[in-house]
């Protein structure tokens, strides 16, 4: 196995959940550097559990270290588990945090058809960035370019944000495709600001950060298969949440969310896949949460690993947001790792997204291209199914402005080392 293979296995093995990569890894020793590492085991015949290390990178949050440990309790008549245990710690070279606890029980109620999930995370960004609300924001050419660490121009574009939470959420299986859910978020935003910053210069609402109970609800249409790499089916889903009024709040605010994502084997060795989102939100929205979107399963940033490949996290943000990606993932290569089945693929992609409804809000009307665009490939490696590490490169555009209002649009590249496909 090349250091390639053993690098993304080991990225993959900490992402994954706790059904695929303890069935994946049961009765299997670690090998690293050519020694067995007896860092996971069997337990006994209800209980796996596994505890990996957590590297990648991201060009939003530099280097990323951390580590992962899952346990899983088995018990015939639920699948893929019983219960499941995860407690995953994440630190990156600038200043990004996400700690988190994770408990999942299956198989709730008489007829055993819910399923209930609880998250209790702390997460802060120390270099998260602000550019102004709407869909034409621009950077200021002064701001630019290379600065001293001591230099106030480095920090024009950033805050931090703190924001532990508790998020719970209850699906019931309607049926083999249909699903409902509901869930509770509940999070405390504390928000600090740099001298000169545009933040403390524009001070948008949420400024002061506060208390905010997000209640979802929604219904969820799958059909993929298989579920983790899927080549044939859709998902779909719609949703609505609202923060309502709280001492010490943040924010009155609710919104609606669609999402589609749609999978097509063209031939036994191409998948073409498809996902749009669009969310709208209404009321009295802190900034902070005009980048991320709603939904069972919560997606992070208008830009970013997860959305727009190249563009970078929050750079655009307004009450409501659209984005559209499309990828053609080549299988390349298939061979066995650990006498299981390892397959690679390639993937060029186009991602596109716009943020609309900024209104009164909008911080800057100059005049761009409604979407923003970009493109890149990436490297996929999918082991027994179960997992997949991913590298991507995007690039993207990022519109400058000069001091005589001449606006130009400067590339900008993306580099993600991170977990699973991206939809």
Known sequence: MSKHELFLSVLACSCLSPSAALAAQQGEADVKGGEEVEDREVVGDGVRWFAVPNFAYGSDD????????????????????????????????????????????????????????????WRQWLNDGYWGIGNTTTRERAYVGSFDADDPHRKRYRYSLFQPFVHATLRADLNEQWQAFASLNTKWSAVE????????????????????????????????DPETTPQTGYFCELSGRVAPPLPHGAGFFGGVFLSLRAYWALAPWVTFAVRGMTEWLFGDIPFYEMVHWGGAIPVAGFGGA??????????????????????????????????????????????????????????????????????????????????????????????????????????????????????
């Open 193 to 224: 600001t740099y001298p000169d910053s545009l933040l403390l210069e524009q001070q948008p609402y949420g400024i002061n950060g506060g208390l905010t109970a997000l209640l979802s609800m929604g219904v969820l249409w799958d059909t993929r």
């Open 306 to 423: 997860e959305t727009l490949r190249g563009v970078a996290f929050g750079r655009w943000r307004a009450p409501g947001k659209a984005i559209l990606n499309t990828e053609l993932r080549f299988e390349i290569a298939r061979h066995s790792l650990f006498d299981r089945p390892m397959r690679w693929q390639l993937v060029p992609y186009v991602d596109a997204g716009s943020v609309y409804g900024a209104g009164d809000l909008e911080t800057s009307r100059a005049g761009m291209f409604p979407v923003h665009p970009a493109t890149g490939a990436g490297i996929r490696a999918i082991f027994d199914e179960a997992f997949v590490g991913r590298i991507d490169a995007g690039l993207g555009l990022d519109p400058v402005q000069s001091q005589s209002g001449n606006i130009r649009h400067l590339p900008n590249f993306g580099i993600y080392v991170v977990f699973d496909h991206t939809f």
């Open 62 to 121: 530099g280097l990323i270290f951390g580590a992962r440990g899952e346990l899983a309790i088995d018990e015939a008549g639920y699948e893929p588990y019983k219960s499941a245990y995860v407690l995953h710690v994440i630190v990156t070279s600038t200043g990004f945090h996400h700690h988190r606890f994770r408990y999942d029980r299956v198989g709730l109620g008489p007829d055993k058809r819910f399923r209930l999930t609880l998250h209790v995370a």
